[in-house]
């Protein structure tokens, strides 16, 4: 609810003073991680709110994955590749070629698979088949797609990242938390719709090429889904030199928050998988009991008189291009401190005015702390027009 709260001038400015109240969430969460790598960021703008080891360098094992999906989903949008389509699997993306211990859908020979099978195998059940098929898909050449990862990678300013395949078994990929953070908030912002297509299912079915009556279920390995309220992605991975990995994101009234988890060794296999879930897990919990996100309502429309004009006020707004561009930002659920906008502008303007004009700016504040600051341009043409009044 928006309540005007206080009107004034001062010199030759309005300010106009409105306040808003927010629900003041339980403050604290407390857990233990034991990763030796792991982050947790506001996917909304990308805050980072808690860090440690981010810069650490490891192999991504199966989160190399979500760059082969990256480029995959990217090669749709342009047309490369299409959904509508049956393709041949590559030989390159047969099960046989795998190496062995290798996660994998169980493509032969002959098989035909659609785009989008071969996607959520790559991103629900982390299949190395899948994503060597989907790179020999969007490249005919292997080295050609793992120069294209690369090439992304430093687009992205994945710094200290270099891929050596497409499914992440190569101890020789490198990595860092900090990197792969940055390609998962790339991905989520540069491919809309992606997580609820390709992540967020928690069971694979697929049809047996061998046996056409029998469908394959597989388990999604993101074990949070149905779990922590609100996630629906993102992707795992493991391999011996490397730990296991987990990258998880959910979304709670209209906040999106990361974390990740690296590195995790534990005495078993089992345990591992269920640590880094419930690590990645906490860390999302943490983020939502004590941060949130806030972007600015649109605010009334704002009138200032003309001088001299064929109108006696004009409308003022913020431009489009600023108001489409803003980010939101990241507050803390224990600061219950009024959210105020204050709307700075001449006392009055005069003509004529042209669209874009510039007639002041409007600022947000929580307590005393200015959150953010955009401009107010005229919304419409006023000509000069002059009055009797105005002559003598």
């Known amino acids: 609810m928006l309540e005007i709260l206080t009107f004034h001038t001062f ?89 062995p211990g290798s996660s ?21 059940v982390s299949a190395n088949d899948a994503a060597w098929a989907l790179a020999l898909l ?27 395949d497409p499914d992440g078994w190569s101890s020789l990929s490198i990595t860092t938390g900090r990197d792969q953070l ?10 809309p719709g992606v997580l609820n297509r390709l992540h967020s299912l928690p069971w694979m079915v697929y049809q047996d090429t061998d046996n056409i009556r029998n469908k394959v279920r597989k388990r999604n390995t993101n074990l949070l ?23 998880a994101t959910a979304k709670r009234s209209g906040t999106r928050f990361v974390s990740l ?9 089992y345990e591992s998988l269920n640590l880094r879930a419930d690590e990645a897990g906490a860390l999302l919990e943490w983020a939502f009991d004590n941060y949130y996100s806030w972007k600015p309502a649109p605010v009334p429309l704002i009138h200032i ?19 489409d561009s803003i980010e939101a930002v990241t507050l803390k659920s224990s600061d219950t401190r009024a959210l105020t906008v204050m709307i700075d502008t001449p006392e009055e303007l005069t003509a004529p005015l042209e669209p874009g004009d510039s007639a002041g700016f409007i600022r947000w504040y929580k307590g005393s702390d200015m959150l953010m600051e955009q401009p107010l341009v005229v919304s419409s043409p006023v000509s000069r027009h002059w009055r009797l009044k105005d002559i003598f």
Do not use: C
């Open 261 to 269: 988890v690296m590195g995790i060794k534990s005495s078993s296999y």
């Open 138 to 164: 969007s490249n005919n050449d292997a080295d050609d797609f793992i120069l294209r990862m690369n090439q992304t990678a430093s687009e992205i300013g994945m710094s200290k990242t270099l891929y050596a």
């Open 305 to 323: 008189p003309v001088r001299h004009g064929s109108l006696r006020s004009v409308s003022l707004q913020i431009p489009k291009e600023k108001w």
């Open 104 to 124: 994998i859908l169980g493509l032969s020979p002959g098989d035909e698979s659609t785009l989008l099978t071969l996607q959520r195998a790559a991103a629900m």
């Open 182 to 191: 940055l390609l998962a908030l790339s991905y989520i912002r540069g491919h």
């Open 11 to 99: 010199r030759k400015q309005l300010s106009v003073i409105f306040s808003l109240f927010f629900l003041n969430l339980p403050f604290g969460y407390s857990f233990e991680i034991s990763a030796p790598i792991y982050l947790v960021a506001n996917a909304d703008n990308g805050d980072i709110l808690l860090e440690h080891g981010a810069d650490i360098s490891i192999p991504p094992a199966s989160l190399a994955k979500i760059m082969t999906l990256n480029l995959s989903m990217k090669d749709v949008e342009s047309g490369r590749i299409s959904y509508s389509k049956l393709y041949s699997v590559p030989s390159g993306g047969w099960a046989e070629s795998m190496r």
């Open 225 to 247: 889904l149905g779990r922590i309220a609100g996630v629906d992605g993102l992707k795992t991975g493991t391999i011996p030199s490397a730990g296991f990995h987990f990258i």
